[in-house]
Every structure is written in C-alpha cells, then in structure tokens.
C-alpha cells in the first residue's frame, strides 16, 4: 500500500519557467490538499479538493492552479515560477471518516526557484 | 495573531525526562484538535487527537482546555527516537481542512 506518493522529489527551476507536481492516493479518499512548509511559518494550504471535481484556495493559493483529475490524482501547476515559491510542497488525502479527521502526507517535493 | 501558536523550541532534555508542549489557538469555534509528528525532511504524521476529556497514548498524554483555548502534550521517559517536531493542529468548520501550528522542536539526548 502506497499511501501518498508525490514526484519529483526534488526540482530546481529558473524564475519564469513552469511545471507540475504530481500527487496520487490509492486509499479512496475523497478530499486531497496541497501545502507548502517554509522555515518559521508551518504549512500552509494552497489549494484542496474536496471531492473528484471540485477545487478550492485555500491560504496562499496566488501563482499555483491545480487539477483534480480524477479521485486518485491532485496536481499543483506553478505557471511562471518565483524565488518566492522556492518551498517544500506536500500533498494530503483525507477519507470521509469524521471520527479521526487525519491526513496523510505524501513525502513531500523540494522546489528551489532561481 | 497566528491562529495556532507554538514555542518553537528546541526543547533540549536527557533521556528518560519528562518534557511538556503547549499550544494555543484562537478561534474558539475550533472543533478538533490534533499532534502531529515530523521528522527532519519527512512528511507530517499524525501522533494523536485530543479529546475534551484528556487521551493517553503509552508515554503521550493530550489534554485539550477550550475555556483558556489550549492544547497541550505530555512525554514521559524521552526517548532518543521522540527527538522531532511536534506541530499542533485545529480543524475549524467545516471537516476538510486543518490548520497546522509552525511547531516544536524536540532534542532529546543520551
């Protein structure tokens, strides 16, 4: 069982050019986030999607779009990349059970902007 | 005002020391409350919830006091392998989405 996987791993990317972190969850959940974590300020929401064909912002969600392809897969697309992205970004799915509310995490995607 | 705030550490004890963690968050709407664990370089995993009523968990212990709107964790007899980042995290309205304290840092030394 996978769990949460994320590719690449690792990206080194020049101001202005473009890509797209993938995510994928075999465990049926419903609800899938992406998060970036940068040093003294936590993780904090980008986008989520709480089910198969829906998306919202959620904290600092200017200069990503995303892509709820299908209910395994939830994609982060940076357009024009910025030094300001340069982050740590995860991805989380979330099932339906209310009893528990947790998330699992992906092992994260280390972005470097120059 | 940071919704949920931690000190950030690092929290340097002896093996086999007890260490406590706090944290406090502003929305009193808030409506489940969690540890979760991270390792340097990994991904967040949960550690435990915390009830109204205080949980135990082996060594960890949660308690939860909505009145003063804190949340605190308890670590009995440190281990080497509990040296980590502890974050503190709140669900508000609405179940999809968490809100994760910056965290804190835990050194635990032979």
């Known amino acids: 069982n996978a769990g949460v996987t994320q590719t690449p791993k690792f990206q080194v990317l020049k101001t202005g050019q473009s890509m797209t972190l993938q995510c994928a969850q075999d465990?049926?959940?419903?609800?899938m986030y992406w998060y970036r974590q940068d040093p003294g300020m936590g993780l904090r929401l980008i986008y989520y999607?709480?089910?198969?064909?829906?998306?919202d912002k959620g904290e600092v969600p200017n200069g990503y779009n995303v892509s709820r392809l299908n209910k395994r897969e939830f994609s982060l697309r940076l357009e024009s990349a910025a030094p300001s992205q340069t982050s740590v970004y995860f991805c989380?799915?979330?099932?339906?059970?209310?009893?528990?509310?947790?998330?699992?995490f992906g092992p994260g995607t280390r972005l470097t902007v120059t | 005002r940071k919704e949920v705030e931690q000190d950030p550490g690092p929290f340097n004890v002896p093996e086999g020391a007890t260490v406590a963690f706090n944290c406090t968050y502003s929305?009193?709407?808030?409506?489940?409350f969690f540890w979760y664990r991270q390792d340097c370089r990994k991904e967040p995993k949960l550690l435990m919830s915390?009830?109204?009523s205080g949980n135990e968990d082996g060594r960890f212990t949660a308690q939860l006091n909505r009145a003063s709107q804190y949340i605190s964790l308890l670590i009995r007899d440190s281990k080497l392998s509990d040296s980590a980042t502890y974050l503190c995290?709140?669900?508000?309205?609405?179940?999809?989405?968490?809100?994760f304290g910056t965290g804190t840092r835990l050194l635990v030394s032979p």
């Open positions: 989380a799915s979330q099932g339906l059970d209310r009893s528990s509310y947790e998330q699992y």
């Open positions: 465990m049926n959940h419903n609800s």
């Open positions: 999607s709480a089910s198969e064909g829906t998306t």
């Open positions: 929305n009193s709407a808030s409506q489940s």
């Open positions: 915390v009830y109204s």
């Open positions: 995290v709140v669900r508000n309205t609405g179940f999809q989405k968490l809100v």
